[in-house]
């Protein structure tokens, strides 16, 4: 029976499991390895840092996989041994005929000095729990949320965070007491973007009085202040941040990355320079036509790249040839707050450049996000 291993139980991994079982039936064994025993949907942190959701709600076990015949190890990746055909975990040696890395990416604060000691990291789940509970019990002051470094997944995902917080703020009365300070490495909000897009976001932000300070370095956190490039001191009660995203240790001690440590693949089939192969999600280095420069990550995109795979490889194990192609379209909606949110397309192949659109806020697109969570929660896992 041939034998399609998959690293990493998140988005891409989960996807690319299901989709390959379901075609594929009894004629191939699906394993998912995962450090982790449950999933934590990434995408509606930011309704859980306002409590707008619950830890248990975006909690899911990867076990659960297994009703549907995929085989789930929890155990770490320590090694990928590709020229054998096999990964060795902390429970053994496994080999594959095909090989699916959905590894994702993992955040290094302890690379920002202070950030450890004196902020709190937005984009983890327990980061965001404690966050909830700060600010259950903030009542004046300036909150600061800051971008480490580029490239960081989901873009959007910060300028959601402080619509957000604006809301949270609004709601208890207290708007006007708190001051919200959004701090970022990047020139826009939406570097890629046409030019029109970032100051559509810029002028969202002016008009919720959310400050944006923009193309700086950060150089340090301090107790309560924030340091930048060229001795620019940012006063803060509250620190919040996006610490440094990094692949995974097992892949960047492969030869299959690139000087930054994303994993090189062909950008229509995912392939890496190993036939059979292949790399989807926040780990890779999908690169942009014309333009080079990596395209932003997101889980709808490892959501599309794991279905492309999944199929090809199905095509593949009945001796037929793959026909599946990542396009890099997709969709995103950023919530605005107060059950409203900006619809987004984007076409990331397109030539010369990049198609994205921004649409104004409105109450179908929050319910389109919030409808998409319950979907993915419960025909995926
Ligand atoms: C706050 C926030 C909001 C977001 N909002 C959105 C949104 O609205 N829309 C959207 O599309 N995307 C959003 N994203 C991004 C999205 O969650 C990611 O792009 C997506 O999860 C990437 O999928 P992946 O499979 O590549 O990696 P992941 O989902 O991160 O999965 C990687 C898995 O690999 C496992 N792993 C890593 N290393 C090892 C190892 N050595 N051994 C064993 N297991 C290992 C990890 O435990 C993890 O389960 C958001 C992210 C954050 C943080």
Redo the contacts with the bound molecule.
């Keep these: 029976m041939k034998k399609t291993l998959i690293?990493?139980?998140?988005?891409?991994?989960i996807v690319a499991a299901n989709v390959l079982k379901k075609a594929v039936g009894s004629s191939m064994q699906v394993t998912v390895?995962?450090?982790?025993e449950n999933?934590y949907y990434?995408?509606s942190?930011?309704l859980l840092l306002i409590g707008e959701r619950k830890p248990k709600q975006l909690t899911r076990e990867l076990k659960q996989l297994e009703r549907k015949k995929i085989e789930i190890l929890h155990?770490?990746?320590k090694k990928l041994d590709l020229s054998r055909h096999r990964v060795i975990i902390d429970r053994g040696v496994i080999d594959y005929d095909y090989l699916i890395i959905?590894?994702?990416?993992?955040y290094h604060p302890e690379t920002v000095p202070g950030f450890s000691e004196f902020a709190l990291n937005?984009?983890d789940f327990n980061g965001v729990i404690k966050i909830n509970q700060k600010l259950n019990n903030f009542s004046s002051g300036q909150i600061v949320l800051f971008i480490s470094s580029l490239p960081y997944?989901?873009p959007?995902?910060p300028y959601e965070i402080m619509f957000l917080l604006n809301q949270f703020f609004r709601q208890r009365g207290i708007r006007h007491k708190v001051k919200l300070t959004l701090v970022t490495p990047d020139f826009s909000p939406e570097p890629l973007a046409p030019p029109k897009v970032g100051q559509k976001l810029r002028k969202m932000l002016a008009q919720k009085g959310i400050e944006l300070i923009t193309e700086v370095k950060i150089l340090q956190v301090e107790e309560n202040v924030l340091i930048l490039d060229h001795g620019v001191r940012i006063p803060a009660d509250l620190m919040l941040g996006i610490a440094p995203h990094w692949t995974?240790e097992?892949l960047r001690n492969t030869d299959l990355v690139d000087k930054n440590g994303y994993v090189e693949v062909d950008r229509q089939t995912m392939e890496t320079s190993y036939p059979g192969v292949y790399t989807?999600?926040?780990?890779a280095a999908v690169r942009l036509p014309v333009i080079g420069s990596y395209a932003p990550?997101?889980?709808?995109?490892?959501h599309a790249q794991a279905k492309v795979v999944a199929r090809n490889i199905a095509l593949l194990a009945r001796g037929a040839r793959p026909e599946y192609r990542y396009d890099g379209k997709g969709f995103?909606?950023m919530n605005t707050g107060f059950g409203r949110g900006c619809y987004s397309r984007v076409q990331y192949y397109k030539k010369p450049s990049p198609h994205i659109t921004l649409q104004r806020p409105t109450r179908p697109a929050y319910l389109i996000?919030a409808a998409f969570e319950k979907y993915w929660l419960k025909c995926w896992l």
Aim: glycine share 20%.
């Design positions: 690293l990493g139980g998140g988005i891409g991994g390895v995962d450090r982790q999933h990434n995408s942190f930011p155990g770490e990746v959905s590894l994702g990416v993992e937005a984009y997944k989901c959007p995902a995974p097992v989807i999600g926040d780990a990550r997101a889980g709808v995109f490892a995103c909606v996000k």
